[in-house]
């Protein structure tokens, strides 16, 4: 998560970004401290977006960063990726609270899709 929260960083400010898979999809010590460093981590990735984000006007929110297949205008915004990131960290979210259920023994709650 705070991988992307950095790259969403870099795009809002200007800054070049390329995708880097070693970056992305490092390990994390499976013990306290290093939950407590990824922790650390996320928590100035997220405050690093959030200063480039309270600094975008509504103009510049639409802003095209880049080609979108799935845009009307073949363009991505700036405001898809706010939306984009936020979503990121919906979804991770999830994944967390489920796995955080099931390592206290008990099953995801059923129902819905």
């Given at each position: 998560m ?6 969403v960083?870099?795009?809002?400010s200007?800054?070049?970004w ?11 010590a499976?013990?306290?401290e ?7 981590e ?7 977006l ?13 802003t ?37 259920r ?6 995801p709650a059923?129902?819905?899709?």
């Amino acid at each position: 998560m705070a991988y992307w929260k950095d790259a969403v960083s870099a795009r809002l400010s200007g800054a070049p970004w390329t995708y880097d898979e070693a970056r992305d999809w490092r390990e994390v010590a499976p013990t306290a401290e290093g939950l407590a460093a990824a922790l650390a981590e996320l928590d100035a990735a997220h405050g690093r977006l959030m200063e480039h984000l309270r600094t975008l006007t509504e103009q510049r929110l639409f802003t095209p960063v880049g080609k979108a297949w799935w845009s009307p205008s073949g363009q991505a915004l700036l405001l898809d990726l706010a939306v984009d990131v936020a979503t990121h960290d919906s979804y991770h979210a999830a994944q967390i609270f489920v796995l955080r259920r099931l390592h206290a023994g008990r099953p995801p709650a059923s129902g819905g899709s």
